[in-house]
């Protein structure tokens, strides 16, 4: 098991709540369930942080 390796330079101090309804709190279960994911938080942020990194990448103009 791989221990999570925290970010010295720029510590986590913002914090997000948000709801979920039932069926996405259901999925989101399931997925933990399924793929044996222990901790849900580090699961979110980084599923989050890939979607924006990604998003961010595609919207960048081109020169050609």
Avoid: C
């Amino acid at each position: 098991k791989k221990k999570a390796r925290r970010n010295k330079k720029s510590p986590r101090k913002h914090s997000i709540t948000f709801l979920l309804n039932d069926q996405e709190w259901n999925a989101l279960l399931q997925y933990q369930k399924r793929y044996n994911i222990s901790n849900r938080s580090n699961l979110i942020r980084h599923t989050l942080m890939r979607a924006l990194v990604n998003k961010l990448n595609e919207d960048q103009l081109t020169l050609f």
